[in-house]
């Protein structure tokens, strides 16, 4: 009886209809998919599990990807076309970007050169070594541009970990954060990187949920990972309000 109270559960089972919408599948032009095939396999294997609802969101970021959005429009409409050759008719994209709050950011702010979620949301990112130097007038510059701030993976910014008061700082500036699906399993970044995510989850403080997904790797390793039901009773309201938000 214990046992059948505290089984674990794969969270895959929870993610039909899910809007995807931070991922790295458009073929060729950042470190995820290297070709259109790849991307492909990635929407096969998604679908596989009820995730046919996708916005491709590959880096910009400056002297590494340094993406427009004629390149990633060019990506995209290759693998559209793709997808209306196999006759995937079930599987829906977008474009966006995530943008990494660096040197040139606020240039291409200025220049409206960014890729938005459904016309208001900006998706943004910070090094893993440390957080932007300008990341707090970047935020203001964003609210200038009437986007809303969308924090990719706040639980993998580890100078934080140490102090978690930052993160409510940071909702305290009107910034949303959004997890990533494979935070969950410890294999994928390590068990500190899950466990914060999980007291940000726990806290109410994630607002969206997506894969992040570069490689089968990864999404295999999203199709492994096993919850808690504890768990899952918090991560069901956030992919809820990501379906309702970016459907």
């Known amino acids: 009886m214990f046992s059948f109270f505290h089984k674990k559960i794969f969270l895959v089972d929870y993610l039909h209809g899910l809007v995807d919408m931070h991922n790295h599948i458009l073929p060729g032009i950042d470190d ?26 590959p880096h910009i970021m400056n002297n590494y990807y340094p993406n427009t959005p004629e390149t990633i429009k060019k990506s995209f409409e290759i693998l559209k076309k793709e997808i209306e050759n196999l006759g995937l008719d079930t599987i829906k994209i ?9 040197d040139n ?25 440390q957080p932007s130097f300008n990341f ?8 200038k541009h009437t986007y809303f701030p969308i924090l990719a993976h706040p639980e993998r910014y580890v100078y934080f970990h140490r ?22 399993n410890s294999e994928s970044y390590g068990s500190e990187v899950q466990k914060i995510g999980q007291k940000l989850l726990e806290d109410k403080l994630i607002d969206f949920i997506a894969s992040d997904v570069h490689n089968l ?31």
């Open 136 to 143: 707090d007038n970047a935020i203001g510059e964003i609210a």
């Open 163 to 184: 102090k978690y008061g930052t993160y409510l700082k940071l909702k305290k500036q009107g910034i949303l954060f959004q997890m990533n699906l494979s935070s969950l």
């Open 32 to 57: 995820g998919a290297k070709t259109v095939d790849d991307s492909i396999d990635l929407i096969k294997g998604f679908s596989e599990f009820g995730i046919t609802n996708f916005v491709c969101t």
């Open 94 to 102: 977008d474009s966006a970007a995530e943008h990494m709050i660096d």
């Open 217 to 247: 790797r990864q999404l295999n390793l999203i199709k492994e990972t096993k919850i808690s039901r504890k768990t899952l009773n918090v991560v069901l309201p956030v992919i809820d309000q990501t379906i309702k938000t970016f459907y």
């Open 105 to 129: 950011f606020e240039s291409i702010l200025q220049n409206n050169a960014v890729m938005s979620l459904k016309n208001d949301y900006l998706l943004i990112e910070m090094s893993y070594l």
